[in-house]
Every structure is written in structure tokens, then in C-alpha cells.
């Protein structure tokens, strides 16, 4: 690919969405280090897999269930404006890359996991604000809505945007929460058991005896 035909892509004057996966541009550069970048430069097929699906999602839902999930989904609009400037630039330097197969992949991770926590800068800072009571009704700047794609004027935000279920939080991080074992009710039960069989096996005992005893007399 020609670097002029790049920086079309960069720098083509279309409007900025702000939230990444609200924004052409983005999702255009994600699509095309997909398709022209990892299928030529990376070999081993494993590796290709793991950054195909990589981009699929930053191309897809990635960074609006982040949004969504970890936070209110809204966040301060000129700190993603600036975000979305940055990523357009970083991802024509990836497009250019002479980077190959494991090193490529662990480039393609790290942009993901910066971006990530460059969003979560621009989310919690108006989350801290918004939750606020003191702070939320003098707010003046915009903010974007990450589930709507839509600019906004800074609000106070309601009880429930302000702590999203933590337990959610953890599902989407690590799977199922597990449940730990009751040990005191595991060995009160083990107790139980033991005490029934033993309870049969003296019962089982007596009516032996008294049985040997009455055939004596017998």
C-alpha cells in the first residue's frame, strides 16, 4: 500500500465519532490491517488467527461493551476526539509496519491494551464528575454517548450508571465467578453420616447378639 494512500485514509476530512467503534475511520483501519497487514505478514497460522480475531473485535463491539460494561458508556468528548486523532495516526504506522508474525501479534496486543486504557481515562473522569452531586450540576464541557454515538451536554449521572454491577464486572473479566466450598457444612454433613452407619452397625450388633442369645434357649 502507498504511504499517500494511507494518510487519505488518516486524514480523508470525514467527521470525528468520537467513541472508537462509533468512528468510520477507525473501524476502516482496523478492517484494513486485518485483511492487508496480518494475512501477509504473519505466517504461522495460530498467530494469525489470534490477530485476526483481535481486529474483528476493535472492529466490532470491543470498545463499546468495555464502555458499557466497566462504565457509565459516557465519557468526556474532547479527551476521545484527541484519542481518536491519536489511534487514526498510530494505526497508519502499523499499516506501514515491517513488523512479522509473533512480534506483529504482540504490537497488535499492546495498541489494543493502550487504547483501552486511554478510553477508561476518558470514562472515568466523567463518571467521577457525573456521580458528583457537588460537581455533576456545574459541568459546562460535552460529553458522548458510547451506546448511541451521539454528543451530549455533562449531566449528573443516576445511581445506577454510577456503580455498574461489579459482579458483571468480574464475569466479563474471568468467566463464572466460582463458588467456594462450605467446608463447615461439608463436614457437619461428613459427621452425620459417619454417625448413622455407626448408629446401623451397633443396631445391626445387638440384634445379632440377642438372636444368638434366644437360639441358646431354644
Not at 479527551?79 to 499499516?95: F, H, N, P, S, W
Amino acid at each position: 500500500m502507498r504511504f499517500s494512500s494511507v494518510l487519505f485514509l488518516i486524514w480523508f476530512p470525514t467527521r470525528i465519532w468520537s467513541c472508537l467503534h462509533c468512528d468510520p475511520v477507525f473501524k476502516s483501519n482496523m478492517a484494513k490491517l486485518r485483511t492487508d497487514i496480518v494475512s501477509k505478514k504473519i505466517r504461522d497460522t495460530r498467530l494469525k488467527t489470534r490477530a485476526e480475531v483481535l481486529l474483528s473485535g476493535l472492529e466490532g463491539d470491543f470498545f463499546l461493551h468495555y464502555a458499557t460494561s466497566q462504565f457509565s458508556g459516557l465519557a468526556v468528548k474532547s479527551m476521545i476526539d484527541a484519542l481518536i486523532q491519536e489511534v487514526r495516526l498510530t494505526a497508519g504506522k502499523l499499516l506501514q509496519t515491517q513488523l512479522t508474525d509473533e512480534a506483529l501479534l504482540e504490537e497488535l496486543v499492546a495498541f489494543r491494551r493502550e487504547t483501552t486504557m486511554k478510553l477508561k481515562r476518558a470514562l472515568k473522569e466523567y463518571q467521577v464528575q457525573g456521580c458528583d452531586e457537588k460537581i455533576c450540576v456545574a459541568l459546562k464541557y460535552e460529553v458522548f454517548n458510547c451506546r448511541r454515538c451521539l454528543p451530549t451536554a455533562a449531566y449528573c449521572l443516576s445511581l445506577s450508571q454510577c456503580f455498574v454491577d461489579s459482579q458483571e464486572r468480574l464475569a466479563l473479566r474471568f468467566g463464572q465467578p466460582l463458588v467456594d466450598p462450605d467446608i463447615a457444612r461439608n463436614g457437619v454433613a461428613i459427621v452425620l453420616c459417619m454417625g448413622g452407619v455407626l448408629f446401623l452397625v451397633i443396631i445391626g450388633v445387638i440384634i445379632v447378639y440377642w438372636r444368638s442369645q434366644l437360639y441358646k434357649y431354644v
